[in-house]
């Protein structure tokens, strides 16, 4: 099931394949559909060619509508990533130029019940951070 728990918190787990309509719409569920806080884990689009910085760009600026607690970008686009965010918001974003199972600094804002949301493509290897954090969390 993408929504489980990891130990106090829960995580929803849709890094298997993104693209600019998936993470959009992934978005919006999340903001509509969760009462509580969330913190999003995106990862980067892949495949997306001579676009790539467009849309991540573009998905920097969806994340920054969202009420996320806490925002990670993962993977090569993170530049993009926050040149779109910091167009819309102030939030700061932790950017990891790959996957990383030391969660020390990234999931540093969640707290009892709260919410994960892993969002990219399975090249990008999202399930790292959350096999770092299980082992955090329990």
């Known amino acids: ?11 929803f787990n ?17 903001e509509q559909s969760w009462r ?3 913190h999003l884990l995106l990862g980067d689009m892949l495949e997306l060619g001579e676009h790539a910085q467009r849309y991540h ?3 920097g600026r969806q994340a920054a509508h969202t009420r996320a ?18 167009s819309v918001s102030a939030l700061r974003v932790d ?11 990234w ?5 009892p019940g709260d919410l994960l949301v892993a969002k990219g493509s399975r090249g990008v290897h999202l399930e790292t951070n959350l096999n770092g954090l299980r082992g955090r969390l329990g």
């Open 36 to 38: 509580g806080r969330f």
């Open 14 to 30: 849709d890094a298997y394949n993104a693209s600019p309509s998936s993470c959009e719409a992934v978005l919006h569920l999340v």
């Open 107 to 111: 999931c540093r804002a969640l707290s």
């Open 69 to 86: 607690t806490s925002v990670t970008f993962v993977g090569q686009h993170g530049a993009a990533f926050m040149r779109g965010f910091a």
């Open 57 to 59: 760009e573009a998905l």
């Open 95 to 105: 950017w990891l130029p790959a996957a990383d199972s030391d969660t020390r600094g």
């Open 1 to 11: 099931s993408p929504l489980a728990r990891i130990g106090p918190v829960w995580r």
